[in-house]
């Protein structure tokens, strides 16, 4: 059974001393349980000084993106060995705001899970189905899509490495969270699907859910066996409401 594992995911949010600020917050009234694992992804810029106050802590710094190459002539982009040496140990990965935003492909993001794993980073493979998608009932094809060709080419044994965010992207930003049991059937496709699909064990992969969680939402999410976490959004800019989601991530 996997610990909880609840990321805030902060995106373009924070100078670097609204950063330090909001890290200090948290800090001061998180009281860390052995049951829930708790990671931080700051904008880049912040992520030395996040680093800096997070080395002492059990809470972990997690990178937004990643570039697939080690260095080279790609500007403005991060590479997994920068990431590392920050003190990164996690990296989020196709997050929906990437693939449609940006135009980043599944072939974009397999290269960069390997990237990722080539670098002892740990991916966080975020999946998900647009609105129009749910609404034609191509939600598990869409998220097969995802999965078999972002994770292609990674080796069973690293799937206990890997976690999954089913993040609906109708869901993501828009105050409308997936019910409890929409989000209970999605994750429970995608453990059938890598069952099937690359022979492991359903229970090896931490399977995380991501869009619109709130304090007054997550209570009820974390009472599905089948979901593992959360990824956070707007509610992780806050040190009460972020923190209260990890306690009740404690206590269901």
């Not at 980073?121 to 869409?142: D, F, H, Y």
């Not at 009472?223 to 404690?250: D, H, M, R, Y």
Request: proline share 4%; glycine share 6%.
């Amino acid at each position: 059974m996997h610990r909880r594992f609840i990321v805030g995911n902060w995106k373009m949010h924070k100078t670097i001393s609204q950063a330090e600020s909001l890290v200090t917050d948290i800090l001061q009234i998180y009281q860390p349980q052995a049951s829930v694992e708790l990671a931080i992804a700051p904008p880049f810029l912040s992520l030395p000084a996040v680093a800096r106050l997070l080395a002492s802590t059990s809470i972990k710094l997690a990178a937004q993106n990643t570039c697939a190459s080690d260095e080279g002539a790609f500007t403005g982009e991060i590479s997994p060995p920068m990431l590392r040496d920050v003190g990164c140990h996690y990296v989020i990965i196709g997050h929906s705001e990437r693939r449609h935003i940006f135009g980043e492909t599944d072939q974009d993001i397999n290269k960069k899970v390997h990237a990722a794993f080539h670098h002892d980073l740990l991916p966080i493979l975020c999946v998900g189905e647009r609105l129009e998608e749910r609404q034609s009932n191509k939600t598990q094809a869409v998220i097969q899509q995802q999965l078999q060709t972002g994770l292609d080419g990674i080796e069973s044994k690293n799937f206990e490495k890997i976690t999954i965010a089913y993040e609906p992207v109708w869901a993501i930003g828009t105050g409308q969270a997936a019910t409890v049991d929409q989000a209970t059937e999605v994750h429970r496709h995608i453990r059938s699907f890598l069952d099937t699909q690359w022979s492991v064990k359903s229970d090896q992969t931490r399977i995380i859910y991501g869009g619109s969680v709130t304090p007054e939402n997550a209570k009820s999410l974390f009472q599905s066996p089948q979901i593992n976490g959360a990824l956070v959004g707007k509610a992780c800019l806050n040190s009460e409401s972020f923190v209260k989601i990890a306690e009740l991530a404690t206590s269901s």
